[in-house]
């Protein structure tokens, strides 16, 4: 029963990661829709741009899957990235593909340890996993506020609810 439950959790995890890809693949093609100005328009947001936003999910992305393999905190190539919105995006897709499939070979209890600020934390990588999959959710409700404050009505839904029914009719 025990080994049940865990492949029902893990998989629960693999399908956030999933649902992780769809999302952020239908906001990619609605950006991608968009004049490319419109990702380095000044606007109300955590971050000032669209583009920063999406850096900075990016960002967390990257760095946190590079701790949860064990690599330390390292999040250089995107710090660094200098390319085109479109190479953004799809770099970003490349990225939430090896999270996935980490989350679908990880131990989920297995304890991460590391160190921010001097002081020390050990974390299970489900609520690792969890935090990045929720934080990219955040976030990508602020870019299409985002977009919305720049004018741009047609927004294709990105909330899980409608992965789930998208998935349960065989469309992703």
């Known amino acids: 029963m025990k080994n049940y439950q865990l492949g ?6 693999i399908d956030y990661a999933l649902y992780n890809i769809w999302a952020n693949n239908r906001l990619i093609t609605n ?22 936003t999406v850096l900075h999910i990016w960002f967390a992305e ?23 919105n479109a190479d953004l995006f799809k770099e970003w897709k490349k990225t939430s593909e090896e999270f996935k499939v980490f989350v679908e070979k990880s131990d989920l209890e297995k304890e991460i340890h590391f160190e921010h600020n001097e002081e020390k934390f ?17 976030h990508r409700g602020q870019v299409v506020m985002m977009m919305r404050q720049s004018g741009v009505l047609k927004i294709t839904q990105t909330d899980y609810i409608e992965w789930v029914r998208e998935k349960a009719r065989g469309n992703c």
Do not use: C
């Open 8 to 13: 029902k959790m893990n998989q629960r995890y």
């Open 31 to 52: 950006l991608l829709e968009q004049d490319d100005t419109l990702l380095s328009k000044e606007l109300t947001g955590s971050f000032p741009t669209i583009r920063a």
């Open 62 to 84: 990257t760095g946190w899957l590079s701790r949860l393999k064990e690599n330390g905190w390292e999040a250089t190539k995107v710090a660094n990235f200098a390319g085109t």
């Open 122 to 138: 050990s974390i299970p990588t489900r609520e690792i996993i969890q935090t990045v999959l929720n934080h990219g959710s955040y």
